[in-house]
């Protein structure tokens, strides 16, 4: 795979902060899905540029508190404040009859730009994301890992600085996993984003983030936060990384 | 195919061998033989009689898809449009169109507007709820997506439910085409001076069993042909998302 060590093209001007200090900061958030509390009370601040991954058991409300962050929802409690964010959906969510080219391109024609002159933007990306030749290919037709390059190309499109990754990877085989990983490093090393990744794989968290936060059983609360040392993306058998292993299981394992 | 083709065959063999045995007068049975004839004999009697029904067919599907279309989208837009003009649909359906069909001729005559209008009204329904169904049935994953990308309603329509919609909707077409044809023969039995559900009914008192044939061939020949090019458009616009993604290439 050559994207590895390939530099994506810049998409456009870095992304305007509307937010002064975080990108986000959620503020004793809680939340109520008809009879069920979902967010037991989630405080939780994120600087510009940094990753922070949220690993919690299934069912904790991980997705729920995106959907807080990007706005499908307010709170029931509570206040979210954050800069607007682009969500990439636990299943990809491309669209299954139009091309990967107008698929990455969708953002650009929601703000109003005509197909021809959408695809032609999203182009190189796509090219720099390692798809070139795939533009005309529809998602049935591609991998996996090539599926989610896709939609990773679309959520930068939106020009937005804060994405929210909903297990992005956990469909895929380990190997293409550990692949995509340095892949996704390497676009951010490039792009600087604002990054909220929820997963229910420490290793992934670990290996992507700069801080990970360890969410309880249902109403979910942060139970621990654990900071990153080092750059991404990080070896996996490095000691302190599986020192730091050990003490996310603990935590998820006393939630 | 093959046996299709042999099933045709042996029920064609049957017939003729039915009608040749003398089992039945050939005036009220022509044999497939005697069919075959006069399609080549009346061929130019039955190819201009088959364009006044064809464009009756034509005019009164297009008419039936701009209708069913425009009511499944307004209908799916707005709920009270859907809770006001659902139930009207479903009542339309339930109009004797058998007993309203020779009132209307009567009032706008011959022409070919009240003939597609007949077609329409049969055929415009299965559109609607083939594609309002469909409409309703978006993927809410995809729905979400959009919203969290600030699209507007309209966006959300033009960019994911419409094209959710349209192979559904070629499906409405496809059932929507075999009412036509119905539709059409029933609007010339109704009042028309011509068109193949004309010929029929002329031939048959005039003892020309052939001819009537001649034209029930047509007419079905046509309607193959119609079903077939939907058939074909359809299988053009399914992009296999009940297919397992089928890894090519890296990944
Ligand atoms: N509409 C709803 N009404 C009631 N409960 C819901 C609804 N949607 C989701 N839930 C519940 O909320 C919890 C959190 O869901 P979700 O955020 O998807 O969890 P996660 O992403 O961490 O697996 C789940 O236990 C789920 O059963
Ligand atoms: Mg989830």
């Known amino acids: 795979m050559q994207s590895n060590t390939t530099a994506p093209a810049r998409v456009g001007p870095p992304p305007e902060h509307t937010t002064a200090g975080a990108a986000v900061q959620l503020v004793r958030v809680h939340h109520r899905l008809g009879e069920v509390e979902v967010l037991g009370g989630i405080d939780l601040a994120v600087a510009h540029g940094e990753t922070v991954a949220l690993v919690g058991p299934s069912g904790c409300g991980k997705s729920t508190l995106l959907e807080l962050v990007c706005g499908l929802q307010a709170p029931s409690a509570g206040r979210v404040d954050t800069e607007p964010a682009a969500l990439l959906p636990q299943r990809d969510a491309l669209l299954p009859w139009a091309d990967a080219l107008d698929n990455a391109a969708l953002p650009l024609r929601l703000q109003g730009a005509g197909r021809g002159e959408a695809r032609g933007t999203a182009a190189p990306l796509l090219a720099e994301l390692g798809l070139e030749g795939f533009e005309r290919a529809r998602p049935h037709e591609l991998s996996g890992g090539m599926r989610q390059r896709v939609a990773v190309a679309r959520a930068l499109l939106t020009g937005r600085g804060l994405l929210c990754l909903d297990e992005p990877f956990s469909a895929l085989d380990a190997i293409t996993r550990a692949d995509t990983h340095r892949w996704l490093a390497g676009v951010l090393a490039a792009e600087p984003r604002t990054v909220l990744l929820v997963t229910h794989d420490v290793e992934e968290a670990l290996v992507l983030a700069d801080r990970v936060c360890v969410l309880s059983h249902r109403p979910a609360r942060i139970v621990t936060e654990l900071p990153i040392p080092g750059t991404r993306p990080r070896d996996p058998a490095a000691d302190e990384l599986v020192a730091l292993r050990r003490a996310a299981l603990e935590a998820l394992r006393g939630c | ?251």
């Open chain 2, 1 to 251: 195919m093959l046996i299709s083709v042999a099933i045709v065959l042996a029920l064609l063999g049957a017939w003729e061998l039915y009608v040749r045995l003398g089992s039945v007068d050939a005036l009220l049975l022509p044999a497939p033989s005697a069919v075959a004839e006069t399609l080549v004999e009346d061929r130019g009697m039955l190819w201009s009689n088959l364009t006044v029904t064809a464009a009756e067919i034509g005019f009164g599907i297009l008419l039936a898809l701009a209708v069913g279309l425009g009511l499944a989208i307004a209908l799916h837009l707005s709920r009270s449009a859907r809770t006001a003009v659902y139930p009207l649909l479903v009542a339309s359906q339930a109009v004797p169109i058998v007993v309203v069909a020779p009132l209307l001729i009567l009032w706008f005559g011959y022409d070919l507007g009240p003939k597609v209008a007949i077609i329409a009204l049969l055929a415009f329904f299965p559109v609607v709820v083939v594609t309002l169904d469909a409409l309703a049935a978006t993927d809410a994953e995809l729905l979400r997506l959009l919203r969290s990308m600030d699209a507007t309603r309209w966006q959300r329509l033009r960019f994911v439910e419409l094209p959710a919609a349209v192979p559904a909707a070629v499906s409405g077409a496809k059932v929507a085409v075999a009412v036509a044809v119905i539709g059409a023969v029933f609007a010339e039995y109704s009042g028309s001076d011509a068109g193949l559900g004309h010929l029929i009914l002329q031939s048959i008192p005039q003892l020309e069993t052939a001819r009537a044939w001649a034209a029930v061939v047509v007419l079905a020949a046509f309607a193959v042909l119609l079903v077939s090019i939907l058939a074909a458009a359809e299988r053009r616009l399914s992009y296999g998302t009940r297919l397992p993604h089928s890894p090519k290439g890296p990944s």
